[in-house]
């Protein structure tokens, strides 16, 4: 990371966002692990693939607030700082809605969601994918894998290579895994 980007990085303002994610502690994930950290993973997800964008950051630390708080008052999103509104626009982008399957939602954010709600997709399903370690459900982990590769490699080979390459590591690994524990289901999902 180079001075400039340390300072950008130093003057990002994300501690009323944070604040606003713990609302997520304590709330258990499908796929394994804690919602309040997972919102900090992919936030350092972003940072460690060299993402400074403040809006980007911001909107990684709440991108599961309007989708997994049912009763979240946005306005307190919107009032925290100049780049609010951008932050909740992200937010807004990467929230599948109820009336959205999952193949549906994952379509609109490849095919109509903006650069940064595809960057932050796949940082959050590089988190996604490294929980599921802590998964013992074969069902879950297989679809979850499959959806990595049918929807979510095409958005990080559209805005990330280094990031593909990544998912491709935690796909295999899935999948060897998924083949230790049961090798003729394994075998069907590939």
Known sequence: MTTEEMLRLNGTYLAPYMQLATALIGKTREGGGNMFRHQLDTMATLIDYGYIDSVLLKASIVHDLIEDIPDFNHNNLLQ????????????????????????????????????????????????????????????????????????????????DKAMLSELQSLVESRRKYLSAIIPEKASMGK
């Open 80 to 159: 925290i700082d100049f780049e609010s509104s951008d932050v909740y626009s992200l937010v807004l982008e990467v929230t599948r809605f109820p009336n959205e399957t999952k193949p549906e939602f994952l379509t609109r954010i490849l095919e109509k969601g903006s650069k940064n709600s595809k960057i932050l997709k796949v940082a959050d399903r590089i988190s996604n994918m490294i929980s599921l370690g802590f998964v013992i459900n074969y069902n879950f982990i297989s679809r979850y894998t499959e959806e990595t590769v049918r929807y979510i490699y095409p958005i990080a080979e559209e805005v």
